[in-house]
């Protein structure tokens, strides 16, 4: 029995965010036809500074592979103190006709891969075909993921952008303009930035009802990443009151 | 960042049964109080003839370790269709400071030596201490393993064992004489061998009630092994009436 073991430049070599949104398309209808086995993930929350690390675990029939994934995210000093990132990522994939263990990988590069890819089905499968603008509350390394992704299902004439901090916001411009040669507004407030939308991307902590009900125009698609787990907001509630509503699964996203 | 790779061999090479007894001490005592959060563990069970899969978490603050156990078993076929045994086991550990992935090791052994150094544990708290013979009734891998360990907190003089299976129960015999140089009888019957003992000890897959009230002398140790999840059965019921239970987790031993 031999493993196979693949660090983070391995996994960006082999696999290309294409791929990923088709696997990923793939991976919904398998879950929501009843092909996929996924028991409620696990977390462990670490004292303060420290955040948490999370088991993610799934069974797809259709492979016959079992994964398994840890992700810790949330631990502010990793990088000065510790000289490691704030969050990280393995994976492990089991041959399910005889659980063994077929491959260890870094999971990092695919944790942001994934999540960019399931912004891009939703808006290749929800969103007005005549979109052309984005909006991205949040500059971060997932707000470029999802420009990355939703790049590959639309052509994306322009991106409104808006965060707290001034030099993040010029650094996601520069950097995006550089990668993707989209042109990116500062956008000077996020009201400014939303009434500008027809895809409404978001990927913030959650601290809050970061975008209003008033500033949103009908028929923009809202593509809401930061709020991953209870107690996060980024959408003021009256949003969902004449939204339509899609998500994976529902029972992660009820109490 | 790097992360410390071994494999089954290289873990036997660097532990020895006293240690383990030791760790599962101590691990015993972090655990009653209050120093671990152990989230319940997760289980994808496969369709049949194969077995399932379990994924174990925990964290123990006193040396911020956090541990992730994957653990499979009961896949008759492995053996002689893919060449690979019936039960394998992964564990990973995180340095709890920053989630770090620091170590991806074989669990197979461990959870053998782990589960064997847990009989050896309550026999040194809880046996009499003029206890000499020791009854199994099981004699595979983890029936080795209780001798293995409980020979380290005690004198074992005799060993009364017994299988369903003549020639399994001869090449125990064989092998502890051998391995250990405790003599060990054959018994005639699952009661001849109970009622001989100081210790009984019971690793059987508890398929029903193997060893009855009756034939349990008043002051006997007994470490039930088999009986690891919800519908397996060792002992008679009866016998709990009169009994100290003691158990590690009380949580995952009711309903």
Redesign the interface.
């Known amino acids: 029995?031999k493993t196979l073991?693949l660090n983070k430049e391995d996994v960006g070599g082999l696999i290309s965010m294409k791929e990923v949104i088709g696997t990923v398309e793939e991976a919904y209808k398998a879950f929501n036809s009843g092909q996929v086995?996924q028991?409620?993930y696990?977390?462990?929350h670490?004292p303060p500074p420290?955040?948490e690390?999370d088991?993610k675990?799934g069974?797809c029939e259709a492979n016959e592979i079992?994964s398994?994934k840890?992700s810790?995210g949330g631990?502010p000093n990793?990088p000065t103190e510790?000289?490691?990132p704030s969050?990280?990522g393995?994976i492990?994939l089991?041959d399910?006709?005889?659980?063994?263990?077929i491959c260890?990988m870094d999971g990092s590069l695919l944790t942001g891969l994934r999540t960019g890819a399931a912004g891009a089905v939703s808006v290749k499968a929800l969103a007005r075909t005549n979109a052309k603008t984005i909006t991205s509350i949040g500059t971060g390394n997932q707000a470029r993921m999802q420009i990355r992704a939703i790049r590959e299902v639309m052509t994306i004439e322009a991106i409104h952008a808006w965060d707290h901090h001034p030099q993040t916001l010029a650094r996601y411009k520069a950097d995006i303009e550089r990668e993707f040669g989209i042109p990116v507004v500062m956008a000077r407030s996020k009201q400014d930035a939303v009434e500008q939308a027809d895809i409404l991307v978001t990927t913030t902590r959650g601290k809050g009802s970061l975008v209003e009900a008033d500033w949103v125009r009908p028929g923009t698609h809202i593509v809401a990443i930061g709020t991953d787990t209870q107690g996060k907001q980024e959408l003021e509630p009256e949003i969902f009151r004449n939204a339509k509503i899609v998500n994976d699964s529902i029972a992660q996203c009820v109490e």
């Open positions: 029995m073991l086995i028991p409620p696990t977390c462990i670490l420290r955040g690390i088991f675990l069974y079992i398994m840890s810790s631990f990793n510790h000289g490691v969050g990280m393995t492990l089991f399910a006709r005889t659980c063994a263990l260890v």
